[in-house]
């Protein structure tokens, strides 16, 4: 496996619902990232780990929730959901969280009922 | 803050044409600029970057794009375009030294003709 992958690639859930999304990176990199993708929206940054430690949350509703355990696992756990936050979330990763380039995962299409 | 705009949501070429996507930054700081491409399921892939060194920055699959501070524009260009270009190009900016916190603009999707 390489690259960055998550898991799993569709979602769907009910309001009530707790599930949690996956991201693996086998890059070696030290910084990734939580993207949300809407339909006809800029893509939105949502958090930003470097290191496991979260240095940018950007004012992200308390029902997702982060999860950096080590540097190549990243997790958002979802609780309590709305119909608006059905999209397509991205994680990335970069070597460190400077300069570096992004590299994307295919993300995880998910759907709130 | 920076931010930035594309314009056309949607830009049809023929297969062999002139590609040419439109970006605008703004930025209080002197910026860095990239170009990413989406194809249908696919995660965001880097294109080019321009980190204020030279000016005309190439990248893969032949695209290029110029970066002009007195227009505040990062145009992307491709002499011919080819089906397998078809997909969603974003433009992002972020202020120097922090590439981490890029400001995506909502993207432009090309589609190509024979």
Redesign the interface.
């Known amino acids: 496996e390489t690259g960055?992958t998550?898991t799993p690639r569709h979602l769907v859930m009910g309001m009530t619902n707790k599930k949690s999304l996956k991201c693996e990176q086998h890059l070696g990199h030290n910084?990734m990232?939580w993207y949300k993708q809407s339909a006809?929206?800029?893509?939105e940054?949502m958090f930003?780990y470097n290191f496991k430690e979260q240095t940018?949350n950007n004012s992200v509703p308390s029902r997702f929730s982060p999860e950096c355990p080590n540097s190549s696992h990243l997790f958002l756990h979802l609780h309590t959901l709305q119909p608006e936050d059905s999209a397509l979330y991205?994680c990335?990763s970069?070597p460190m969280?400077?300069?570096?380039?992004?590299?994307?995962?295919?993300?995880t299409r998910l759907t709130v009922l | 803050a920076q931010s930035?705009t594309q314009l056309g949501?949607h830009v049809s070429v023929s297969e062999g044409a002139l590609v040419l996507l439109r970006c605008n930054y703004s930025s209080s700081v002197p910026p860095?600029l990239f170009w990413?491409v989406q194809y249908p399921?696919?995660?965001?892939?880097?294109l080019l970057?321009y980190?204020s060194a030279a000016t005309l920055v190439k990248g893969i699959n032949g695209f290029e794009a110029e970066f002009k501070k007195s227009e505040t524009s990062f145009h992307l260009t491709k002499p011919s375009a080819h089906m397998s270009d078809a997909a969603e190009y974003?433009c992002?900016v972020s202020p120097t030294?922090?590439?981490?916190?890029?400001?995506?603009?909502?993207?432009t999707r090309l589609q190509v003709t024979l």
């Open positions: 960055v998550q910084a990232y006809k929206k800029p893509l940054l930003v940018e991205l990335a970069s969280g400077g300069l570096d380039t992004q590299y994307f995962g295919p993300g | 930035v949501s860095y990413y399921n696919q995660g965001l892939q880097l970057k980190t974003f992002a030294g922090t590439a981490s916190k890029l400001t995506f603009g909502t993207g």
